[in-house]
């Protein structure tokens, strides 16, 4: 059986800049490291404002290619801190072509690989249709020194499908670096149902699978003249679930917060050993999966 | 747009014989029936004691052909009440060939259709695969006088491809008939954990798909020298999530009880507008969906 490792999850707000967003971001990442921590994960799209509030022709000057600023300075943090590192950035990779994406990087500073985000949401506040092709290289897990792990981006959450594939791949633990908020004329009468969707259904792949979700929220407030559109209040929440869905460490709604929580894979195999979910699928008879709707 | 209906829950124990737990169940049908009821579920293999708790060769003369007994009495309680009945049973389809079943019984009395539970578990306790061969006509939605409904059965509960699949199918209601407890061993540690983990992977089941799940359970302890092995604890607490995941109804854990609770195809309309999960899933990629595991 594999050793236990730890991973931390850095919730925070980006600064003015992507150079100081990236400064805070390799901080936090240092002090995740000499907390315990081994896989370190940030926030959806975290050096740069969520620009996805509205459709902006010039906010595609914030995308940048990987290799690019973002992740070289993330390498360089994980190379630091002597671990794996999570970072989201929207991923230019041609002239019209954008995508949301993460790069997996490596204690020893190499690029371990790339997500793209596959399900792409769009309705008011979280247009984000306009700015990225759905990706294109399926669900992923990645063997990393300490585990291996998989990694989806927030509206892939709402994705049984998604989850299950990425949970088939071997992931001990599936990471959802997420953007999600509150419209602020919303949130008194919807914003706790939502939250309460968000966290009941993140704790539903992690025991459909047997395995850990980490889910890393942005928080704080953007908008408000900073342009970029209309306010939108990140409800934070960052959690991690265990194998039976209950959640072992949670950040608040407001502040930021570093949290960090074991990946036991002796755990992994005793929640499948007993509930053998893995051991019943009826892969002959999903093909209406294939389907959006209808025989 | 279609009109509401109301759908009524009987969480309730088995009689001592067949004949007595079918009248106990008519008379369930008919108060429900009069509290408003369309659309009414029973316990998994209701009528019965829950025998899979031990591999009996003789249990098996507990089966019945459909059309039997189990749905010809049911069918007429569906007829005297003006409701559908779903009615789980256990079903032999010939010499050697056994299934845990349901039939939908409609108003007029006649027979809409059978489901027959697609994954069967198999653990101390719940030994169903010693019984059951696996369901042969896949995810079902039936069409009823009062609205579309979806079935599936217990165990099926804990795959979200067994859910996803019915509700692309059109389903208003995905109900579970179910036969889950507690070994009175593990109550103490894992008890409460066991039960979150039911109601959370149903509720999300409900929010990922934009749907009401009802959830119908055996309730009562079930052993202690009666035959069919070791002692069981059904733990009730059959509910009704909205297609938000909010429970709108519990029964208790210990009492038999009768629900109620209204299906609005309109709310399903609205969550399914604000949350678009069906517009947005990747059916070109979930070939991973089909293979055990692995590549």
Not at 71 to 79: D, P, S, Y
Not at 218 to 242: C, H, I, K, N, P
Not at 267 to 280: M, N, V
Not at 281 to 293: C, E, P, Q, S, V
Request: one cysteine or more.
């Amino acid at each position: 059986m594999a050793a236990p490792f730890t991973i931390g999850l850095i919730q925070m707000a980006p600064e003015k800049t992507v150079a100081a967003s990236l400064e805070k971001a390799a901080g936090r990442i240092e002090a995740a490291a000499k907390a315990g921590a081994n896989v370190v994960c940030l926030p959806e799209l975290f050096a740069t404002p969520y620009f996805c509030r509205t459709q902006d022709h010039d906010a595609f000057n914030l995308a940048e290619p990987i290799p690019g600023p973002t992740t070289t300075a993330m390498a360089e943090a994980a190379k630091a801190a002597g671990v794996v590192v999570v970072a989201p950035l929207f991923e230019r990779r041609g002239p019209g072509c954008y995508q949301n994406s993460l790069a997996v990087l490596d204690p020893d500073g190499n690029h371990a690989g790339v997500y793209r985000k596959m399900h792409i949401p769009h309705d008011p506040g979280f247009e984000e249709k306009f700015y990225f092709a759905p990706g294109d290289l399926g669900f992923k897990t990645f063997q990393t020194p300490f585990g291996p792990i998989g990694t989806l981006i927030c509206w892939d959450q709402w994705f049984p499908e998604a989850a299950r594939a990425t949970a088939l791949l071997g992931a001990s633990v599936i990471f959802y670096p997420t953007a999600i908020g509150w419209h602020p004329s919303e949130k008194a009468e919807y914003g706790e149902t939502q939250r309460d969707c968000w966290i009941t259904i993140q704790r539903s792949h992690a025991i459909a699978n047997g395995l850990y979700v980490a889910a890393v929220n942005r928080v704080g407030t953007e908008g408000s003249g900073e342009g970029y559109g209309e306010t939108l209040e990140f409800w934070g929440s960052s959690f991690v679930a265990d194998p039976s869905g209950r959640i072992v460490v949670q950040a608040g709604i407001t502040a930021e917060d570093i949290l960090l929580a074991e990946i036991n894979p002796q755990t992994i195999e005793t929640t499948r050993r007993h509930w053998p979910f893995l051991r019943d699928r009826r892969i002959d008879a999903y093909a209406g999966l294939g389907k959006l709707y209808g025989e």
